[in-house]
Protein backbone atom coordinates (compact mmCIF):
# COMPACT_ATOMS: atom_id res chain seq x y z
CA UNK A 1 0.00 0.00 0.00
CA UNK A 2 1.57 3.71 -0.48
CA UNK A 3 2.12 6.30 1.56
CA UNK A 4 -1.09 8.20 1.45
CA UNK A 5 0.23 10.43 4.31
CA UNK A 6 -1.17 14.37 3.51
CA UNK A 7 1.99 16.55 2.61
CA UNK A 8 1.20 19.84 3.44
CA UNK A 9 2.48 22.26 1.01
CA UNK A 10 5.57 23.76 1.97
CA UNK A 11 3.40 27.40 1.73
CA UNK A 12 1.33 26.31 5.05
CA UNK A 13 4.48 25.40 7.34
CA UNK A 14 5.63 27.63 9.91
CA UNK A 15 7.99 30.40 8.82
CA UNK A 16 8.95 30.99 12.38
CA UNK A 17 8.20 30.09 16.05
CA UNK A 18 6.34 32.38 18.42
CA UNK A 19 9.38 32.51 20.80
CA UNK A 20 11.85 33.48 17.23
CA UNK A 21 9.40 36.28 17.00
CA UNK A 22 9.12 37.78 19.95
CA UNK A 23 13.56 37.60 20.14
CA UNK A 24 12.59 39.53 16.59
CA UNK A 25 10.97 42.68 18.04
CA UNK A 26 12.62 42.79 21.39
CA UNK A 27 15.88 43.14 19.36
CA UNK A 28 14.05 45.98 17.50
CA UNK A 29 13.20 47.32 21.02
CA UNK A 30 16.67 47.64 21.95
CA UNK A 31 17.60 48.79 18.57
CA UNK A 32 14.61 51.88 19.17
CA UNK A 33 15.94 52.57 22.88
CA UNK A 34 19.32 53.19 21.66
CA UNK A 35 17.71 55.12 19.25
CA UNK A 36 15.96 57.08 22.07
CA UNK A 37 19.67 57.55 24.04
CA UNK A 38 21.32 58.86 20.95
CA UNK A 39 18.87 61.66 20.56
CA UNK A 40 19.47 65.21 22.04
CA UNK A 41 17.63 65.64 25.34
CA UNK A 42 16.61 69.52 24.05
CA UNK A 43 15.29 68.42 20.67
CA UNK A 44 13.66 65.38 21.65
CA UNK A 45 10.24 67.11 22.39
CA UNK A 46 10.37 69.28 20.27
CA UNK A 47 12.78 68.84 16.89
CA UNK A 48 10.37 68.01 13.59
CA UNK A 49 11.22 67.94 9.94
CA UNK A 50 7.82 68.52 7.03
CA UNK A 51 5.31 69.17 9.83
CA UNK A 52 5.79 65.96 10.75
CA UNK A 53 5.69 64.91 15.07
CA UNK A 54 9.14 65.28 17.08
CA UNK A 55 10.60 62.62 18.19
CA UNK A 56 8.43 62.03 21.58
CA UNK A 57 5.22 62.11 19.83
CA UNK A 58 6.65 59.19 17.16
CA UNK A 59 7.97 57.12 20.45
CA UNK A 60 4.43 57.73 22.70
CA UNK A 61 2.48 56.41 19.76
CA UNK A 62 4.59 53.19 19.78
CA UNK A 63 4.41 52.75 23.46
CA UNK A 64 1.13 53.48 23.67
CA UNK A 65 -0.27 51.30 20.95
CA UNK A 66 1.92 48.44 22.27
CA UNK A 67 1.25 48.58 25.69
CA UNK A 68 -3.09 48.52 25.26
CA UNK A 69 -2.16 46.65 21.98
CA UNK A 70 -0.41 43.57 23.32
CA UNK A 71 -3.45 43.22 26.29
CA UNK A 72 -5.92 43.69 23.44
CA UNK A 73 -4.20 40.54 22.00
CA UNK A 74 -4.24 38.64 25.63
CA UNK A 75 -7.48 39.04 26.31
CA UNK A 76 -9.49 40.46 23.88
CA UNK A 77 -10.01 43.65 25.93
CA UNK A 78 -9.30 46.32 23.45
CA UNK A 79 -8.65 49.65 25.93
CA UNK A 80 -7.65 52.98 24.62
CA UNK A 81 -3.79 53.68 23.92
CA UNK A 82 -1.94 54.10 26.92
CA UNK A 83 -0.84 57.98 26.69
CA UNK A 84 2.83 58.62 27.87
CA UNK A 85 3.27 60.69 30.25
CA UNK A 86 6.58 61.96 30.33
CA UNK A 87 8.99 65.46 30.44
CA UNK A 88 12.27 63.75 30.22
CA UNK A 89 14.04 61.47 28.20
CA UNK A 90 14.48 59.47 31.49
CA UNK A 91 10.92 59.09 32.00
CA UNK A 92 10.50 58.01 28.39
CA UNK A 93 13.20 55.30 28.87
CA UNK A 94 11.30 54.42 31.74
CA UNK A 95 8.42 53.46 30.32
CA UNK A 96 9.96 52.16 27.40
CA UNK A 97 11.32 49.19 29.96
CA UNK A 98 7.90 48.79 31.33
CA UNK A 99 6.41 47.88 28.19
CA UNK A 100 9.61 45.78 27.17
CA UNK A 101 8.38 43.99 30.09
CA UNK A 102 5.05 44.08 30.06
CA UNK A 103 5.56 42.30 26.24
CA UNK A 104 7.25 39.51 28.17
CA UNK A 105 5.08 38.84 30.69
CA UNK A 106 2.15 38.61 28.20
CA UNK A 107 3.07 36.71 25.16
CA UNK A 108 3.89 33.38 27.05
CA UNK A 109 0.23 34.21 28.22
CA UNK A 110 -1.24 33.94 24.82
CA UNK A 111 -2.96 30.77 23.25
CA UNK A 112 -0.79 29.98 20.07
CA UNK A 113 -4.21 29.49 18.49
CA UNK A 114 -4.80 33.30 19.14
CA UNK A 115 -2.73 34.37 16.31
CA UNK A 116 -5.28 32.83 13.47
CA UNK A 117 -7.89 34.55 15.33
CA UNK A 118 -9.37 37.51 13.39
CA UNK A 119 -10.25 39.94 16.26
CA UNK A 120 -11.41 44.19 15.71
CA UNK A 121 -8.08 45.81 17.14
CA UNK A 122 -9.00 48.90 19.07
CA UNK A 123 -12.43 48.47 18.05
CA UNK A 124 -11.05 49.95 14.54
CA UNK A 125 -8.51 47.41 12.70
CA UNK A 126 -9.63 44.13 12.09
CA UNK A 127 -7.43 41.41 10.74
CA UNK A 128 -5.85 38.28 12.56
CA UNK A 129 -3.74 38.73 15.61
CA UNK A 130 -0.11 37.79 13.39
CA UNK A 131 -1.41 40.59 11.69
CA UNK A 132 -1.53 42.72 14.20
CA UNK A 133 1.32 42.18 16.02
CA UNK A 134 3.54 42.61 13.17
CA UNK A 135 1.75 45.61 12.28
CA UNK A 136 2.80 47.01 16.43
CA UNK A 137 6.46 45.69 15.19
CA UNK A 138 6.60 47.87 11.50
CA UNK A 139 4.93 50.44 12.50
CA UNK A 140 7.98 50.82 15.43
CA UNK A 141 10.51 50.19 12.55
CA UNK A 142 8.66 52.55 10.08
CA UNK A 143 8.35 55.83 13.02
CA UNK A 144 12.00 54.67 14.55
CA UNK A 145 13.69 55.42 10.65
CA UNK A 146 11.72 58.73 10.29
CA UNK A 147 13.62 59.87 13.58
CA UNK A 148 17.05 58.19 12.00
CA UNK A 149 16.62 61.34 9.46
CA UNK A 150 16.19 63.48 12.20
CA UNK A 151 19.21 63.01 13.75
CA UNK A 152 20.86 63.08 10.45
CA UNK A 153 19.73 66.34 9.64
CA UNK A 154 21.18 67.21 13.41
CA UNK A 155 24.01 66.31 12.49
CA UNK A 156 24.02 63.02 14.80
CA UNK A 157 24.62 59.67 13.37
CA UNK A 158 22.41 57.04 14.25
CA UNK A 159 22.80 53.52 15.98
CA UNK A 160 23.48 51.01 13.26
CA UNK A 161 20.64 49.14 12.16
CA UNK A 162 21.94 46.02 11.85
CA UNK A 163 22.95 46.19 15.59
CA UNK A 164 20.45 44.56 17.87
CA UNK A 165 22.77 43.63 20.70
CA UNK B 1 -2.14 5.17 32.76
CA UNK B 2 -1.76 9.05 32.13
CA UNK B 3 -1.07 10.88 28.36
CA UNK B 4 2.25 11.37 28.77
CA UNK B 5 2.46 13.26 25.46
CA UNK B 6 4.91 15.88 25.22
CA UNK B 7 2.60 18.75 24.96
CA UNK B 8 5.24 21.86 23.34
CA UNK B 9 5.65 25.33 25.02
CA UNK B 10 3.30 28.10 22.95
CA UNK B 11 6.63 29.87 22.37
CA UNK B 12 7.78 27.12 19.94
CA UNK B 13 4.60 27.41 18.34
CA UNK B 14 4.61 28.34 14.42
CA UNK B 15 3.75 32.51 14.67
CA UNK B 16 2.34 32.39 10.91
CA UNK B 17 2.90 30.21 8.04
CA UNK B 18 5.46 30.89 5.33
CA UNK B 19 2.59 31.78 2.58
CA UNK B 20 1.62 34.51 5.46
CA UNK B 21 4.64 36.05 5.48
CA UNK B 22 5.04 36.09 1.79
CA UNK B 23 1.64 37.92 1.21
CA UNK B 24 2.43 40.14 4.10
CA UNK B 25 6.16 41.15 2.42
CA UNK B 26 4.11 41.39 -0.71
CA UNK B 27 1.60 44.16 0.61
CA UNK B 28 4.54 45.85 1.66
CA UNK B 29 5.56 46.19 -1.66
CA UNK B 30 2.81 47.01 -2.90
CA UNK B 31 3.17 50.24 -0.63
CA UNK B 32 6.82 50.88 -1.26
CA UNK B 33 6.17 50.73 -5.13
CA UNK B 34 2.98 53.56 -4.43
CA UNK B 35 5.79 55.63 -2.99
CA UNK B 36 8.03 55.55 -5.50
CA UNK B 37 5.01 56.57 -7.87
CA UNK B 38 4.44 59.28 -5.41
CA UNK B 39 7.82 60.71 -5.49
CA UNK B 40 8.33 63.84 -7.96
CA UNK B 41 10.41 62.54 -11.16
CA UNK B 42 12.75 65.45 -10.63
CA UNK B 43 13.62 64.69 -7.04
CA UNK B 44 14.15 61.01 -7.17
CA UNK B 45 17.43 60.46 -8.18
CA UNK B 46 18.75 64.47 -6.31
CA UNK B 47 17.11 65.19 -3.03
CA UNK B 48 18.41 64.32 0.01
CA UNK B 49 18.31 65.37 3.86
CA UNK B 50 21.41 65.53 5.96
CA UNK B 51 23.68 64.18 3.59
CA UNK B 52 21.85 60.77 3.10
CA UNK B 53 20.99 58.69 -0.18
CA UNK B 54 18.78 59.91 -2.49
CA UNK B 55 15.37 58.17 -3.10
CA UNK B 56 16.68 56.23 -5.91
CA UNK B 57 19.66 55.08 -4.03
CA UNK B 58 17.72 53.85 -1.07
CA UNK B 59 15.10 51.74 -3.19
CA UNK B 60 18.38 50.81 -5.34
CA UNK B 61 19.80 49.09 -2.32
CA UNK B 62 16.36 47.43 -1.35
CA UNK B 63 16.44 45.89 -5.46
CA UNK B 64 20.10 44.84 -5.27
CA UNK B 65 19.93 43.21 -1.78
CA UNK B 66 16.01 41.45 -1.95
CA UNK B 67 17.02 39.78 -5.61
CA UNK B 68 20.18 38.11 -5.18
CA UNK B 69 19.13 38.07 -1.35
CA UNK B 70 16.18 35.36 -2.67
CA UNK B 71 18.80 33.68 -4.60
CA UNK B 72 21.03 32.94 -1.65
CA UNK B 73 17.94 31.73 0.66
CA UNK B 74 16.98 29.02 -2.43
CA UNK B 75 20.10 27.84 -3.26
CA UNK B 76 22.76 28.78 -0.74
CA UNK B 77 24.90 30.54 -3.63
CA UNK B 78 25.14 34.31 -2.78
CA UNK B 79 26.47 36.64 -5.48
CA UNK B 80 26.88 40.04 -5.59
CA UNK B 81 24.13 42.89 -4.77
CA UNK B 82 22.43 43.13 -8.18
CA UNK B 83 22.72 46.73 -9.23
CA UNK B 84 19.95 49.28 -10.15
CA UNK B 85 20.34 50.26 -14.00
CA UNK B 86 17.71 53.15 -14.21
CA UNK B 87 17.66 56.60 -15.14
CA UNK B 88 13.76 56.93 -15.05
CA UNK B 89 11.41 55.93 -12.45
CA UNK B 90 9.42 54.41 -15.21
CA UNK B 91 12.54 52.51 -15.40
CA UNK B 92 13.02 51.49 -11.46
CA UNK B 93 9.14 50.44 -11.16
CA UNK B 94 9.68 47.75 -14.09
CA UNK B 95 12.77 46.65 -12.29
CA UNK B 96 10.35 46.62 -8.81
CA UNK B 97 7.80 44.24 -10.47
CA UNK B 98 10.27 41.67 -12.02
CA UNK B 99 11.99 41.63 -8.67
CA UNK B 100 8.32 41.02 -6.86
CA UNK B 101 8.07 38.21 -9.17
CA UNK B 102 11.20 36.62 -9.17
CA UNK B 103 9.78 36.39 -5.09
CA UNK B 104 6.95 34.79 -5.57
CA UNK B 105 8.77 32.56 -7.90
CA UNK B 106 11.69 31.60 -5.10
CA UNK B 107 9.30 31.42 -2.56
CA UNK B 108 7.40 28.00 -3.18
CA UNK B 109 10.82 26.56 -4.04
CA UNK B 110 12.42 27.23 -0.81
CA UNK B 111 11.95 24.05 1.27
CA UNK B 112 10.24 24.91 4.46
CA UNK B 113 13.77 23.42 6.55
CA UNK B 114 15.75 26.01 4.76
CA UNK B 115 14.11 28.88 7.18
CA UNK B 116 16.06 27.38 10.33
CA UNK B 117 19.63 26.56 8.79
CA UNK B 118 21.92 29.12 9.42
CA UNK B 119 24.13 30.06 6.45
CA UNK B 120 26.55 33.35 5.61
CA UNK B 121 24.37 35.76 4.00
CA UNK B 122 26.58 37.34 0.89
CA UNK B 123 29.88 36.07 2.54
CA UNK B 124 29.43 38.44 5.37
CA UNK B 125 25.92 38.23 7.54
CA UNK B 126 25.34 34.79 9.62
CA UNK B 127 22.16 34.14 10.74
CA UNK B 128 19.08 32.00 9.85
CA UNK B 129 17.49 32.31 6.38
CA UNK B 130 14.32 33.22 8.44
CA UNK B 131 16.40 36.19 10.20
CA UNK B 132 17.78 37.09 6.89
CA UNK B 133 14.23 37.07 5.25
CA UNK B 134 13.07 39.37 8.05
CA UNK B 135 16.11 41.70 7.72
CA UNK B 136 14.97 42.16 3.89
CA UNK B 137 11.47 43.09 4.73
CA UNK B 138 12.47 45.17 7.71
CA UNK B 139 15.16 47.33 5.77
CA UNK B 140 12.47 47.48 3.05
CA UNK B 141 10.19 49.52 5.80
CA UNK B 142 12.88 51.34 7.05
CA UNK B 143 14.49 52.93 3.99
CA UNK B 144 10.77 53.64 2.71
CA UNK B 145 10.15 55.45 5.94
CA UNK B 146 12.90 57.91 5.35
CA UNK B 147 11.62 58.49 1.85
CA UNK B 148 8.55 59.46 3.83
CA UNK B 149 9.95 62.16 5.38
CA UNK B 150 11.78 63.40 1.80
CA UNK B 151 8.28 63.42 0.59
CA UNK B 152 7.02 65.17 3.96
CA UNK B 153 9.59 68.12 3.54
CA UNK B 154 8.48 68.59 0.29
CA UNK B 155 5.15 69.40 0.80
CA UNK B 156 3.88 65.80 -0.50
CA UNK B 157 1.08 63.72 1.35
CA UNK B 158 2.97 60.23 1.39
CA UNK B 159 0.60 57.51 0.42
CA UNK B 160 -0.84 56.06 4.08
CA UNK B 161 1.02 53.50 5.83
CA UNK B 162 -1.73 51.27 7.20
CA UNK B 163 -3.20 51.11 3.40
CA UNK B 164 -1.52 47.58 1.71
CA UNK B 165 -4.17 47.58 -1.23
Chains 1, 2 share one sequence.
Not at 7 to 19: G, M, V, Y
Not at 94 to 101: G, I, S
Not at 106 to 128: C, K, N
Request: hydrophobic share 40%.
Amino acid sequence: MENTTQIEPAQNQAFLSSQQLLDHWQAHRRLTRRLIEAFPADQFFTYSLGGMRPCSELIAEILGMTGAGMEGVRSGRWDAFQTMDASSKDEVLAQWDQVTAQIDTIWPQIPTSRYQEVDLAFGLYEGTMYWFILYLIDNEIHHRAQAYVYLRTLGIEPPAFWDRS
